[in-house]
């Protein structure tokens, strides 16, 4: 449970680690007169990526025995259970 909440912690941390240090930056008034203010939106689409990427996180995070197991026997279910089989009988003149 720890390493999942660290690996989630860490994702959002990545993702509005940019957004943060623009707001900073913001407050300590020390932003770059030749910064391009749309900029903000871009940082502010990227942290969103946190919340689309977080499931893949929680599933990986789990041990493998349990997710591997549960999505092995849903690939099982959606195959074939059956294959067809051709038989040829002897040609009797």
Do not use: D
């Not at 903000?40 to 025995?65: E, G």
């Amino acid at each position: 449970m720890t390493i999942q909440l660290l690996l989630i912690s860490s994702l959002f941390v990545i993702f509005y680690l940019l957004l943060l240090i623009y707001y900073l930056m913001g407050i300590c008034e020390s932003l770059p007169e030749n910064m391009n203010p749309e900029i903000l939106h871009y940082f502010s689409f990227l942290s969103n990526f946190a919340v689309l990427f977080s499931p893949f996180v929680r599933l990986f995070s789990l041990p493998k025995q349990h997710w591997w197991g549960k999505w092995r026997r849903k690939i099982e279910s959606l195959r074939i259970r059956y294959q067809h089989e051709n038989i040829v009988y002897p040609f009797i003149v």
